[in-house]
């Protein structure tokens, strides 16, 4: 909890925790926590250990499909139609699986370990519901990953707001609903029925390859569709989770050419719109490339490191802490080149300028900053746009603007 406060992070997301077979998304049980990782009072304990220190904690909800040892399956596969539980999936037994069943199942995306549940069936849900209830209640947890938010039925999806609302309402704050979705219109899952937030693929997407490319164009073209001026302004008023790696892609220190520009990256998710999130050991350069069946992107990792890496994002997560535009701000941009990018986050009072030089070398920009003087977020020094301004390589700015 130390390394987290250090860091400057408010919350905790944790992948899935409940029993399963293999990798935590082929559960057997939602309500005992993986004998692999401790027992229901360790997590109940860890949950009160971060809340004391102001850390929010959010589980995986794995909701879309189980593991083959799921106890309702079990059930179907030992007593086949004669189960009550053949509705929770989708089953023929005109058909056969992969391991000789005696019936076919719909799997997910192909997987014949992970079986498809049927959110269809009212009995799904609600024991769905009250496992939500009881995970709320048990661990006092504040919110949810909702995993494969895209493919999960959208009746379900309301109704599981619904239990999201009830419980923030019984709490006295915000029950989370963060669904993990890839592409498409985001607005279709973030709603009043829906989820709080979703994860930003869009723009994890040209946060990588833009550095690489040389083309701050491409990043730049998803901050404005998403945060900008009419006719796009997707987004605005919503906060989606920003991130330049996770569980699912290679991390990040390995995916860029140029290792030295971690740190103005990491610079530029925590100063654009959204919330911005980090992948464990990634604050430090953990290095990864996402294999089939190879968990080198998601390693033990004993004790926490700290290196120059860290202290800057942990600088850049203070400087967001304490300003409104860079945490609720709009977005527009100043300048846009292969290399560099400026633009302003700003809320009535108070104007943020971020500026991004992704070279080698030092470059010096004019343009009109519509104030005289500003205030360096990060490093305290003060900045005189009068004679323009001067990008050292590999940096990010957050320039506070005078008023």
Not at 59 to 69: A, P, Q
Not at 90 to 119: M, Q
Not at 120 to 135: A, I, K, M, Q, S
Not at 378 to 388: E, M
């Amino acid at each position: 909890v130390e390394h987290l406060e250090r860091l400057g992070a408010n919350t905790l997301l944790l992948n899935p925790v409940f029993e399963s077979v293999s990798h935590g998304y082929d559960t057997c049980d939602y309500l005992h926590v993986d004998a692999r990782l401790g027992t229901n009072e360790d997590l109940a304990h860890l949950v009160g250990v971060m809340h004391e220190h102001g850390i929010r904690v959010m589980l995986d909800g794995v909701f879309n499909h189980v593991g083959r040892r799921f106890w309702a399956f079990e059930d179907v596969l030992q007593k086949k139609w004669d189960s009550p539980y053949c509705g929770w999936f989708n089953i023929s037994f005109d058909g056969n699986s992969a391991f000789d069943d005696g019936f076919w199942y719909e799997t997910w995306e192909g997987c014949d370990d992970i079986v498809k549940l049927n959110l269809g069936n009212p009995e799904v849900r609600g024991y769905l519901f009250d496992c939500v209830r009881t995970w709320q209640r048990e661990f006092d947890i504040d919110g949810l990953r909702l995993d494969v938010a895209y493919c999960l039925d959208r009746q379900f999806l309301r109704e599981l707001r619904g239990v999201a609302n009830e419980l923030g309402q019984a709490r006295g704050d915000d029950f989370i609903l963060l669904g993990e979705t890839l592409h498409g219109d985001y607005n279709q899952w973030m709603a009043d029925d829906g989820c709080h937030s979703v994860t930003n693929y869009e723009c994890y997407k040209g946060l990588w390859s833009s550095v690489n490319s040389a083309n701050m164009h491409e990043v730049a073209y998803a901050f404005e569709r998403q945060s900008g001026s009419e006719p796009w302004d997707l987004y605005t008023g919503k906060h989606l989770l920003d991130f330049v790696d996770n569980h699912d892609v290679d991390r990040i220190a390995t995916k860029l050419d140029d290792k030295s520009c971690l740190k103005p990256l990491y610079g530029l998710l925590f100063g654009i719109v959204g919330t911005p999130s980090v992948y464990y050991g990634s604050e430090w350069g953990i290095e990864g490339e996402k294999r089939p069946y190879d968990h080198e992107i998601r390693p033990y990792v004993a004790e926490p490191e700290w290196n120059e890496l860290t202290d800057a994002i942990a600088a850049f997560a203070a400087a967001r802490a304490k300003s409104e535009a860079l945490r609720h701000g709009s977005y527009r941009q100043i300048l846009c080149q292969p290399k560099q990018l400026l633009f302003e986050r700003a809320v009535e009072g108070e104007r943020v300028i971020v500026a991004l030089n992704m070279d080698s070398a030092s470059v010096h920009l004019d343009f009109d900053a519509q104030c005289g003087r500003a205030v360096d977020l990060v490093t305290g020094d003060d900045h005189d746009f009068g004679a323009g301004s001067d990008l050292p390589a590999y940096t990010c700015r957050f320039w506070l603007c005078e008023r």
